[in-house]
Antibody, heavy 120, light 109 residues
């Protein structure tokens, strides 16, 4: 059974750096054809792709956030980490991680999400 | 503003059929698969259609998807009150990033 769980701070100040961790189980981060992606959703708004990292360590970023976002994985810990710099109140929202099927680039399993508020 | 375009809302009566459209371009839907997600308030999205028209196990056949050119469509037949949710389409873009639609709120009258 595939599960993912996000963890990290619930409150960050403007200009600070956000670090979120996605801990996975039920699959390997090196299984061919899979990836782990990060998606966010501001309150009352639409989903937004942030980044994805694949089994072969290839990474893809949203063009609009590429300068601020870094995604890495630690296979020994079954974790994928998202780092977002220079946080702004507009970055407030729920951050989800998901199991990505690279062939069709869809997300078949999602974490429950974690709400991050950016405020001084 | 989302890369893929969906109607903000649709509505229909129980038992009826509803169609949700998703419009993109040749850099995403036109050359890539489309997926659809259902999201209830306060919960994570759930995959209901992948690879344009495939249903994951456990998704009833009342949900169907199709794609033509740079647009995709989600059809829900035999509407139930429990179908009331937000629906998002998703795809991949040649900019090497995933993209979503703005979401459609389904109201079952």
């Amino acid at each position: 059974q595939i599960t993912l769980k996000e963890s990290g701070p619930t409150l960050v100040k403007p200009t600070q750096t956000l670090t979120l961790t996605c801990t996975v189980s039920g699959f390997s981060l090196t299984s061919p054809g899979m990836g782990v992606g990060w998606i966010r959703q501001p309150p009352g708004k639409a989903l937004e792709w942030l980044a994805v990292i694949y089994w072969n360590d290839h990474k893809r970023y949203s063009p609009s956030l590429q300068s601020r976002v870094t995604i890495t994985k630690d296979t020994s810990k079954d974790q994928v980490v998202l780092i977002m710099t220079n946080m702004d109140p507009k970055d407030t929202g729920t951050y989800f991680c998901g199991h990505v099927v690279s062939a069709g680039i869809h997300i078949d399993f999602w974490g429950q999400g974690t709400l991050v508020t950016v405020s001084s | 503003q989302s890369v893929l375009t969906q109607p903000p809302s649709v509505s229909a009566a129980p038992g009826q059929k509803v169609t949700i459209s998703c419009s993109g371009s040749s850099s995403n839907i036109g050359t890539r698969y489309v997926s659809w997600y259902q999201q209830f308030p306060g919960t994570a999205p759930r995959l209901i259609i992948f690879d344009n028209s495939q249903r994951p196990s456990g998704i009833p056949d009342r949900f169907s998807g199709s794609k033509s050119g740079t647009s995709a469509t989600l059809v829900i037949t035999g509407l139930q009150t429990g179908d009331e949710a937000d629906y998002y389409c998703g795809s991949w873009d040649s900019s090497l990033s995933g993209v979503f639609g703005g979401g459609t709120k389904l109201t079952v009258l």
